[in-house]
């Protein structure tokens, strides 16, 4: 069983960074290729970041290409995002996702989500 705690939200100011964290507290997440979506309000979630269960492949939507960072440490069960130069269009709930089967690009029903953590960034 994967169960997702992501952490690390909060309130910046845009240019700034933050790092999100997502553990897992079972004992199967090196099995897991992750990914990181997000939903604004009034919008639909989107992909930001995904990453092979190896770690040797990663993905990113445009809109945060050089700019975010995915990288995961299996001996930890955490997968993390690297976010810097944030920008008010970043403001979201980030949440993350574990696919036992693909590389999470889109937002499905399958596999286990966290419950979110809130990244709000002022101008």
């Known amino acids: 069983q994967v169960q997702l705690v992501e952490s690390g939200g909060g309130l910046v100011q845009a240019g700034g960074s933050l790092r999100l964290s997502c553990a897992d507290s079972g004992r199967t997440f090196s099995s897991y290729h992750m990914g990181w979506f997000r939903q604004a309000p009034g919008k639909e979630r989107e992909f930001v970041a995904a990453i092979s269960w190896s770690g040797s492949r990663t993905y990113y939507a445009d809109s945060v290409k050089g700019r975010f960072t995915i990288s995961r440490d299996n001996a930890k069960n955490t997968v993390y995002l690297q976010m810097n130069i944030l920008k008010p269009e970043d403001t979201a709930v980030y949440y993350c996702?574990?696919?036992?089967?693909?590389?999470?690009?889109?937002?499905?029903?399958?596999?286990?989500w966290g419950q979110g953590t809130q990244v709000t960034v002022s101008s």
């Open positions: 996702n574990a696919d036992l089967y693909s590389i999470p690009l889109v937002p499905t029903g399958r596999g286990f």
